[in-house]
């Protein structure tokens, strides 16, 4: 059982309702193919779960749903909120345009809210300092290096994170994520990823550790979030290769298109809609890999979050807590 969301590592939270599976908050399953996802209250993401630990849950699930009078549904998506708290959705035969309006709306809408009041905060900040300066002749130039400060500061805060196969964690600001590029490649993913760091030093991806990558960077791209009409928009980009995996591919190739300063591939470039599909094609084509067989690749995605979320957990403590708590421990 894991208790840490795959992507931003944050815990999921835990239930006393559904006995089978107490991890999560807000569930979502698919009684007819078998799928169970625990969404993270943080980022809104969709964690699936290991293959044997979803059937009796999602039965447990279904029930639960039926029984539960707090209910909202359309023709194919419901849910329903429980006494204790508990959200279940349940997914019955939606088309891509409303599944996607239902799981990802929620995402992109939430980060949409956190950055409007981000941005309100800042220049009300902003307006005071200015306010203030205006006594002693200084407004414009106190006015303009605040603002200025706090952005560049605010660009070299570690946003994201991500493990590679060489085993050094690697920490990501939105400057790493601005800078960062895509190209074709010949291989299953369809494209390689890299950026510059701040030394000047290429840092390039592929395969696995490329999709690891991504889903560090596209969050801090797509910090903006979204609203529902621009999920949609997302939505028909993919609709046009047929497939997630399809998507992808072509839009490395696009990137040739989009430039900076004449060098192509910037993510960042990329318009709006094509940015969102692109998290959205990346995420879907993850679980088309694991659905299809690699479910060895879900159980590493999950057990990587735990290790990331214990080694955040222990930069949080004083010296010397680990050992204490080690000692009390073999005590007990």
Request: positive net charge.
């Amino acid at each position: 059982m894991f208790h840490n969301c795959m992507f931003c590592n944050k815990t999921l939270g835990t239930n006393e309702v559904v006995e089978t599976f107490p991890v999560g908050r807000r569930l979502a399953f698919d009684a007819m193919r078998g799928r169970l996802w625990v969404v993270c209250r943080s980022c809104g993401r969709w964690n699936l779960t290991p293959l044997e630990e979803r059937w009796e849950a999602i039965e447990d699930c279904e029930r639960l749903f039926r029984e539960t009078p707090m209910r909202a549904s359309t023709e194919n998506i419901g849910v329903a909120r429980l006494r204790e708290g508990l959200d279940l959705v349940r997914i019955g035969e939606p088309g891509r345009p409303e599944f996607a309006a239902w799981r990802y709306g929620d995402r992109f809408g939430h980060r949409r809210q956190r950055y409007l009041v981000r941005g309100t905060a800042a220049a009300i900040l902003a307006g005071g300092v200015f306010a203030g300066s205006i006594g002693i002749g200084l407004a414009g130039a106190v006015g303009f290096q605040f603002i200025a400060g706090a952005r560049l500061g605010s660009s070299l805060l570690p946003r994201g994170r991500f493990r590679p196969d060489d085993g050094r964690l690697r920490l990501l600001n939105r400057r790493n994520a601005y800078a960062t590029r895509i190209v074709p490649a010949n291989d299953d993913l369809g494209l390689h990823v890299g950026w510059r760091s701040l030394h000047g030093r290429a840092d390039w991806f592929e395969g696995d550790d490329a999709r690891r990558a991504l889903d560090a960077v596209l969050p801090l791209i797509n910090s903006a979030g979204a609203s529902r009409r621009s999920v949609q928009e997302a939505v028909k980009e993919i609709q046009l290769q047929q497939h997630a995996q399809g998507f992808l591919a072509q839009v490395a190739k696009r990137g040739e298109q989009h430039t900076y300063r004449g060098v192509p591939g910037y993510l960042v470039k990329l318009p709006g809609p094509v940015k969102l599909a692109f998290e959205m094609a990346l995420h879907e084509a993850q679980e088309r890999r694991a659905l299809e067989g690699e479910l060895w690749l879900l159980e590493r995605a999950w057990k990587e979050a735990e290790e990331i979320a214990a080694i955040s957990d222990n930069l949080l403590l004083p010296a010397g807590a680990g050992r204490f708590l080690d000692r009390h421990r073999e005590r007990r």
